[in-house]
């Protein structure tokens, strides 16, 4: 039992995003995106490497002609086709949200159409209804890592400014679609992560850029671009659907560091304002005082015009969410490294790892909780958290995933330390709710969900969905509001 409370509004429930789950990449009008290209590769070691890498003109094309090799992301686990029978199974675990992705590419197959792709929005607003018929809150991503590909032909994608203009429309579509029928919108997710990749959520081709160009550079103007666009949608959703809240979403480091040295301690507080350099643009409305140092010693110098500043200042972010899985070190002397969401770090000695290397830390949840609302005293959403692992389906079809009841319930106590913190938190959504694509391997055996899918690495299976112990743990989770874990 847990005798902390839960409010009782409290929104639990699960995340997936659109280029994970949907598959049928080439149905009913949809245009290439960025996940189009992510291929299964044999080599564990090289997978990582793989998302963050940057893209080529060549090889996008070389992977859009490939008819051999295999990409999972663009069959998913067929949501597309069996939302009601998933919606169903998370309606009966007594979901009160659930987080999806659209992707732009299927209301806009080449990212800024005249006109929307009518079969698309159809598509959304079926699952919307269904979500809505059991009285499940839709959470919506409009941009997570799939980003329409002939944007990225036309004008490199984010590193353009006339990108802001495309993705305005795209968002003035949704929310006049979908008024009334969605509360929480969040623009881009785990937007801190352009920064250190173009390609993934910025559709940016390197050999489209300028000779005198950096990487660096352009992934920082790109940032920009979005922060813009993130503002004018914010401007609009609260125009078109006043009841209706914006998020801005980042990846969460939680960086310690590894001795009291004080430069040691000084790198970890500047990896932390790293973390949070993008959402105090969003949360705020300015870039904050440390940025100007920190751009100068990468060499970045941005075009921000005063337009841009207006709006930044004028529209920002209703509430802060973010991802969290694991913790980092911040080490003065290198040593024993270990993986971990697109950031290696260091090993803790005091901290236990998943099969992948991601050290699991629940009181690093806690922490990155009151830093947050220290900062920006506005409501918290934690979209994203979970524990990557392999699973057995026994001869019975049942799963025993002990280990992942263990790691949500000690993140979950964690959460309910941090509320009587005196935290704001608004929800819960746990990753891959069922079991889906993963980002960083393309593949199916690092399940995080509550619902098993029948599909491997080399894309068979029946599809067939079953419930895994943690499915009913869960279920009783959000029944008890918390108390019984
Ligand atoms: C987050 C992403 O960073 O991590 C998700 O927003 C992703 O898309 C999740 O799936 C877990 O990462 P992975 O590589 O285990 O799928």
Not at 253 to 273: G, H, R
Not at 307 to 329: K, V
Not at 425 to 433: R, S
Request: hydrophobic residues 35%.
């Amino acid at each position: 039992m847990n005798n902390k409370k839960f409010p009782e509004d409290f929104l639990w429930g699960g995340a997936t995003a659109a280029n994970q789950i949907e598959g049928a990449t080439r149905e009913a009008g949809k245009g290439w995106t960025t996940s189009d290209t992510s291929k299964f590769i044999e080599e564990p070691e090289k997978r990582m490497q793989q998302m963050l890498a940057p893209m080529t003109i060549q090889r996008v094309q070389e992977a859009l002609e490939d008819a051999e090799g295999l990409y999972p992301k663009r069959n998913g686990i067929d949501f597309y086709h069996r939302y009601k029978e998933d919606i169903a199974l998370l309606a009966e675990m007594g979901f009160k949200t659930f987080r999806f992705s659209i992707s732009w590419a299927r209301i806009f197959p080449s990212g800024d159409d005249e006109a929307p792709n009518k079969a698309g929005l159809q598509f959304y607003e079926n699952v919307i209804d269904e979500l809505r018929k059991y009285h499940i809150e839709p959470l919506i991503t409009m941009s997570h890592y799939d980003f329409p590909l002939a944007l990225s032909f036309k004008q490199n994608g984010w590193a353009s400014r006339k990108t802001i203009d495309a993705f305005e429309k795209y968002a003035e579509v949704l929310f006049t679609r979908f008024k009334g029928k969605v509360k929480y919108w969040i623009t881009f997710n785990e937007m801190n992560v352009i920064g250190m990749t173009g390609y993934l959520s910025g559709g940016i081709l390197a050999d489209k850029l300028a000779e005198n160009q950096s990487n660096t550079q352009v992934n920082f103007q790109a940032a920009h671009h979005q922060m813009v666009a993130a503002a004018k949608a914010t401007a609009l959703l609260h125009k078109i659907d006043p009841e209706a809240k914006m998020g801005c979403m980042i990846v969460r480091f939680e960086n310690y560091p590894e001795t009291t040295n004080p430069t040691t301690i000084l790198t970890a507080l500047k990896s932390d304002q790293e973390n949070f350099l993008f959402s105090d643009v969003l949360m705020k409305g300015r870039y904050p005082s440390f940025s100007k140092r920190l751009f100068d010693e990468r060499g970045i110098s941005l075009s921000i015009t005063p337009e841009d500043e207006q709006l930044l200042a004028d529209n920002t972010a209703d509430f802060f969410s973010f991802s969290y899985y694991m913790s980092g070190i911040v080490a003065e002397n290198e040593g024993d490294e270990t993986a971990g969401n697109i950031l290696a770090s260091k090993a803790n000695p005091y901290l236990k790892k998943s099969e992948w290397g991601w050290q699991i830390d629940p009181v690093g949840l806690r922490i990155s909780l009151n830093k947050i609302y220290d900062r920006y005293q506005k409501p918290i959403f934690i979209v994203e958290n979970g524990l990557g692992a392999k699973d057995t389906l026994t001869v019975d079809n049942k799963v025993n995933d002990d280990y992942r009841i263990d790691y949500l319930r000690a993140h979950i106590e964690q959460i309910a330390e941090a509320l009587a913190d005196g935290v704001d938190i608004i929800g819960y959504t746990p990753w891959g709710c069922i079991d889906l694509v993963s980002a960083s391997g393309n593949e199916m055996s690092k399940r995080y969900g509550f619902i098993y899918v029948d599909l491997d690495d080399n894309g068979d299976g029946s599809l067939e969905r079953y419930k895994k112990a943690s499915f009913d743990w869960y279920q009783k989770v959000i029944s008890s509001n918390g108390e019984v874990l």
